[in-house]
C-alpha cells in the first residue's frame, strides 16, 4: 500500500527530526571561540616573492580577467631589466567574493589566498588594498617555483640556460 | 562555380577558391598559420589538415593549398584530421616558449587559440626548447624569436608584398632564423605590419609593450587621419590612452595593411601637453563660460568693427561634422569670410584637382591594385601617402607596368622613368591609373582625362579631409584666409581646429580657437575650447577619392591615467568627468554655440544632400560621395 | 677588401648569368675561397657585388652547408653521417676522426690545419662510409684508411 | 441582558488577560520556533539577546517598530495599509470564543474562563478564518508585485480549498455535541475526547489548519524559494509584523480550537483546567514547529488535488458515517 509507505515515510521524517532535537549543536560562538582554517582556505589575496625576492607578478591581466566581479585592477610596466611587473595593482576587498578564480588563473602563481578571513573595516576604502598592502616576502605555497626560470625568454638568466631550454641557436654555425 | 559539400553544409564558391576560404565563407573555422588572405597560399605550417571524404581527391589534405572541386564532401571534424591537426599543434609548441603571461600577444594569438581549440592543454615533450638571440629592430617593433612557429607569413609579407630586402628567413632545418643581417631598424615604411601578420608574439609593437591585454582594450573601427587615403584602422585605447593602432581591413581602400606612419602615430593623442580645459583670456573656465564670452566677442567685434568682421576658419583636418556646421554659424554671424583653407595656394589646387574627381575618374586603392598600368606623376607616394606605393607594388606583382614622372623618387617596385607623362603609352593599357599630387600643379592632369576616357585619377591631398574641406568650400563659397586677411576687413578670427600661421593672426585683435593640439593658434587665442581628437568621437571624413568613411569612439577624452597619481584613482576617488574630460567633439561645440546666437538648437550635423551619411557604417566600406 | 682581378672576374661572372642572383653561390664560394671563410665583410662585399642586400646573401648563406659563415681550419673534413655511411659505420668514422685529431665535431684543429664537420649526404653512398677533405671525396673509408688519410693531408 | 459594572468590569478584564496572553505568547512562539528549529538543525538558536536570547522578541519588536514604513510605488495605499490588520485581527478575534478554563466563581459570579460564550461559536469562527482570507488577498493584491500577487492568488485558492475540509471536518463534532456553543462542545467531551470517536476528523482538522496557517508544507502564498515572501514580499516593518504575529496568534487560536473540539478542551484531571488547556494548545504549537522543521513544501497542484480530491470527500464520508452510527445508536 503506497498510503502506508507514505506515512511511513512521514513518521520516519518527523522521528529523525525529533532525535536532532537532543543532539549538541555543531554551532561555534565565533567571536569567542576561533576555528583555525585549513592552510588551503581562500581568505585574504596576497602577493608572493619567488625564491629570488622578485616579484612574482608580471602584471598579465589574467586575475582581473577571471575575477567575477572585476575587483582586481592593474598596470602592468617593463622594469629596466625587461621584467614585466605591475606599476599598481589593486584589489578591491569590498567586491571580492573570494571565489580563488584569480589565484587559480595566475600563471606565474602570484597571487595566493591565505587563511586570513577577518577583514573588516569600518571604512570602505580601507578595503581597497593597494600593490604595497598585497605584497608579501615570500613565497608562500610552492616556494621553488620561479616563473622566468620557465619562461623560455630569459630575463633572470642568460637566453637559453633556463630550465628545459638549449643555448641559443647560433644560425651562422657551422654545424648543421 | 564549383559547388561542395564541407561538414554538411553546401557550399557553392567562385573557382579558384581553396577549401579553407569555402568553409570561411560558411564560417566554419579551420586552424591556418601560414595561409592569409593577402598573401595566399604557403602550406608550411600544416595547421589546417581536413579530410576529403569523397570527390577527386581524398584523405587528408592541406584545406589552404586545394581548390574546390565539383562534388568534393569535406569533414572538418572528422577523427583523423582533427588528430592531425592536434599533433601539428603539439609539433608546432615544442619549442614555444611558456611565456605568454609576459607576452603582448597573449590574448589576440591566433597560436594560443588554435593550440586551445585543437585540444592540445599540456606540453607533453620533456626534451630540451631551442633557443634563439632576439635582434634589436628598432624603437617600434620588438622582436622575440623563441616564440616562432616558422609559417614563414613575415618574411612572405615583408619582401613579396611589401618589396623590403632588409628583413627575411636564415638558416635551413630546425634553425631558421627570421631576422635582418644585423641588429637595426626596419627599413621597409611598412614594417608595422609584421606586428599585425605575425599568428603569434615574435613580432609585438614596441611602443604598446607590455600595457593592457586584449580583453580589456578599448576598440572601434576608425580611419587613419595620418594622410589622406583614410586608410581603415582600429585604434586601441586603454585607461584614456592610445595604445596602438592596428590595421582594419577594407578591400576598397587599404586591403589588410597599413603604413608605420598611421600605426606609429599616436603621440599626439597621449600628448601630456595637449590642452583640456576651456580658457578665457588665459583663465580656466568651464565650458558653458568659455561659449558665452565666445558669444559675447563676436557681437562685440561685429559692433566695434561692423558686420563681416568676424572670419569662421576651418581646416582639412576637421572632421566633416564640425565642417558642414561652419557655414551655418558664418551666415548666423554674417561673418565676413568662410574659409576651409588658410593658403592661397592649397585652396586653389585641392579644389581644382577635385574638379577632376568624379565616381568613374577616382581611383580607390583597390583600383590601384588591380591595374596594369600606373604612372606616378610628380609626387612622392612613399613620401606623402605611403599605401599607395604598396598598392602600386601590388599591381606591379601582377605584371603592371609603372611609370614615373619626376625625379628622386623611389617605389618599393621596379618602375620605368619617363620624362613626361606622354611618352607612357595610356591608350595600350586597359586599366591605366594616373597617381598624382593635389600640391602640385604643374602637369595638370586634365587634358588626360579627356584623352584618354578608361583613365583614372588617384589624387593625394595634403590632410585627411582635404578633399571635404574642397568640396564645401565649392558649394560654400569659402575662400581662403590669407585672401580674406589680406583683404582688411577681417578683425576676429575663430578658428576650428586650424592650424594658422602667425603672420596672419598678427594685426587681429580677436581670436578664437577650438582644438585638441597645442597649436599657434591656440596660444594666440582669447577665448579656447578643448576638442577631441578623431580617437575621442565618432565623425566623419572623406578620402582623396572622395569616400566618406565614419570612425567610431575608441576612447573617453580626458588625462590618461598612467600620469596620474594611484592615491587619486577610482574608487579612492570618484568624479562624474574624468579629469581633463571636457573636451567635446568640434562640432558638437559648435552646435551649442549656433544655438546660443540663433536661440535653435542643432542636433544633427548632416542635413541636405549630406543625410545619407547620418547612419554611414563604420564597417562598411564607405560611401562615394559622387553619389549622394 | 679583395684584389681588383678577383672582382672583375667575378663582375664578369655575374654579367653572364640570367639574373644577379644565380651568380650568388659562385660569388660566395670565391669570397669564401679568398678570405678562407665567408667573412661579415665578404657577405657585404658579394651583395654589393650582386645587387643585392646583405640579408639576401646571408640568407643563401646559412642556408648552405659548405659555405662557411665561421672560421674554419685550413682543410674542412665533412664526413657523412646520412643512413648508408652511417649503417657502414659513418658514426664510428666520425668518432675516430674526431679522437685523431683531439677535437670535438664542429671544432677546428689547434693549429689551425683541420676543422672536422658532419655532413648529411656528399652522393657516394656505393662507397660508404664516406668523408670529404677540403674539394676532394674519398670512400670505403676504413679507421686504418682514415688515419692514414689524415697524414697525407697534414704532410702536404 | 444585565449590565453589571462586575460583569462588564470581569469581561474587559478577560479581553485584557487574552491580548496580553496571546501577544505574548505569539512573540515567544516566534522566538521558540527559531530555537526548536535551530536544535532540529543542530544549532543554538538566538541566544545573544538577554539570558538564554530570551529577550530576542523584544529586541524584534524593537527592530520592526523602528524599520522604514516603505510603500511601493503604484502600491493602493488605503487597501495596502489595510491588510496587514486584516491578517491579524480577525485571528486574535477568534481567540474570544474559545474556552480556556473551567468556569471559575469571583466575588460571587460564575465567571465563564470564555470572552464570549456564543451559541453559534462555531459559525463564528468559521466566518471570521474566512475573513482572514482578506489579509492575504488585500495584501497581495495591493502591494502592486507580481511576487505578492501569485502569493496572494495561491492563498486565496488554499484557503478557500482548506476551510471546506475544515468546516465538513467539525460537522461530527457538531453532531456529537448537539450544539455550536463551544462550551457545550468542551463540555461533552468531559468523558471521552472526541478525537477517541473522530480520529478522521481530527486528522482532517488538523491538517486543514496547518494550510488555514500557511505553515509548511502549506506555505505556498510565501514560498521564500519561489516568490521571495509571497503576499508580504513588500511590507517592511510593523506592517510585516502584523503579517508575522498573525501568523503566529493564528497557531495559538487554532490549537486552540483544536484542543476545544477533539481533545476535550480545558477538561484533564490533577492539574488545574487552564493548565491544561495551556498545555495543549502548546502541544499544538510544538507539532507545528516540529512538522516546519522536518516536511518540504508541497507542489501547488498537489495542494489543491490533496484538498478537493481527498481531504473534502473525507470528511463527506466520516459525515455520513458519523450520521449512521449516531442513527444506529440511537
Known sequence: MKILSDIAALVTGMWITWKHIFRRPVTIQYPEEKRTPYPRYRARIVLTRDPDGGERCVACQLCSGACPVDCITMQSAEDKDGRRYAEWFRINFSRCIFCGFCAEACPTLAIQMTPDFEICKRDIMDLVYEKEDLLIDGCGKSPDYNYYRHAGIGVTQPRGSGAEEKPPVDVRGLLP | MPKLIIDDITVEVAEGTTVLEAAQAVDIPIPHFCWHPALGKAGACRACAVKMLEGPVKGIQMSCMLPVQDGMVVSTTDPEAVAMRRHIIEWLMINHPHDCPVCDEGGECQLQDFTIAAGHGIRRYSGKKRTHVNQDLGPFIQHEMNRCIQCYRCVRYYQEYAGGTDFGVMGSAGRVYFGRFQDGELESPFSGNLVDICPTGVFTDKTARFRARYWDYEMAPSVCSGCSLGCNTTPVARYRELLKITARKNEAVNGWFICDRGRFSNSAVNDPQRPRTPLVDGRESTRDEALEALALRIAETEQLYGTGSIAIVGSSRLALEAALLLPQLAQLTSAGALCYFTSEEERATTTSHLGLLSGGTSASQQEIRESDCIVVSGCDPLQDAPMLALAVRQAWRDGATVYVVGDGIVLPCEFTAVAAVDAVPLAAAKKPVLICSASCNSDHPAGLLVQHSQLKLAVIFPAANSYGAAQLAGEQGGVSLERAVASGKIKGIISVEADIPAHLLAGIPFVAALDWRMTETVRAAQIFLPTTAWVEMDGTSINNEGRAQRFKKVMNPGLPIRGLDPAGHPPHLHRTVPPGGEAQPAWQTLALLIERVSGEPVTEPFSGRWERLRGLDAGSEGVMIHDL | MIPIELKAELQGRIAAAVTNREAAVDVMKALQAHYGWLTDEAVVEAAGLLGLSPLQVEELATFYEMIYRRPVGRQVIHVCDSISCWAMGGETLLSHIAALLGVGVGETTADGLFTLLPCCCLGNCGEAPTLMIGDTIFGGVSLEGAAELLDQQRNR | ?330
Open chain 4, 1 to 330: 441582558m444585565i449590565y453589571d459594572p462586575i460583569d462588564i468590569a470581569l469581561l474587559l478584564g478577560k479581553i485584557a488577560l487574552v491580548f496580553f496572553v496571546i501577544l505574548t505568547l505569539a512573540a515567544y512562539l516566534v522566538f521558540a520556533e527559531r530555537k526548536v528549529l535551530a536544535w532540529i538543525q543542530d544549532r543554538k538558536g538566538p541566544n545573544r539577546v538577554g539570558p538564554f536570547g530570551l529577550l530576542q522578541p523584544l529586541a524584534d519588536l524593537i527592530k520592526l517598530l523602528t524599520k522604514e514604513d516603505f510603500r511601493p510605488i503604484g502600491a493602493d495605499k488605503w487597501l495596502f495599509y489595510l491588510a496587514p490588520a486584516m491578517a491579524a485581527i480577525p485571528a486574535i478575534m477568534i481567540f474570544a470564543i474559545v474556552p480556556f478554563g473551567a468556569p471559575l466563581t469571583l466575588f460571587g459570579h460564575t465567571v465563564q474562563l470564555q470572552v464570549s460564550d456564543l451559541n453559534v461559536g462555531l459559525l463564528l469562527f468559521m466566518a471570521l478564518s474566512s475573513v482572514a482570507v482578506y489579509g492575504v488577498a488585500l495584501g497581495g493584491w495591493a502591494s502592486n508585485s507580481k511576487y505578492a500577487l501569485l502569493g496572494s492568488i495561491r492563498g486565496l485558492a488554499q484557503l478557500i480549498s482548506y476551510e471546506l475540509s475544515m468546516g465538513l471536518s467539525l460537522v461530527p463534532v457538531v453532531m456529537l455535541a448537539r450544539s455550536f456553543r463551544l462550551s457545550d462542545i468542551v463540555n461533552a467531551q468531559a468523558g471521552c475526547w472526541f478525537i477517541v470517536y473522530q480520529p478522521l476528523a481530527f486528522m482532517i482538522f488538523l491538517i486543514s489548519i496547518a494550510a488555514e496557517c500557511k505553515r509548511i508544507p502549506f506555505d505556498l502564498p510565501e514560498a521564500e524559494g519561489e516568490l521571495v515572501a509571497g503576499f508580504h514580499t513588500e511590507y517592511s516593518g510593523m506592517r510585516f509584523g502584523l503579517f508575522f504575529v498573525g501568523e503566529y496568534i493564528n497557531i495559538i487560536v487554532l490549537g486552540g480550537l483544536a484542543t476545544t473540539f477533539f481533545l476535550g478542551g480545558w477538561h484533564g484531571p490533577f492539574l488545574p483546567p487552564a493548565v491544561w488547556f495551556s498545555a495543549k494548545v502548546l502541544a499544538f504549537a510544538f507539532l507545528f514547529i516540529w512538522v516546519r522543521g522536518t516536511l518540504p513544501r508541497l507542489r501547488y497542484d498537489q495542494l489543491m488535488h490533496f484538498g478537493w480530491k481527498i481531504l473534502t470527500p473525507l470528511a463527506l464520508v466520516n459525515i455520513l458515517v458519523t450520521g449512521w452510527w449516531l442513527v444506529l445508536r440511537g
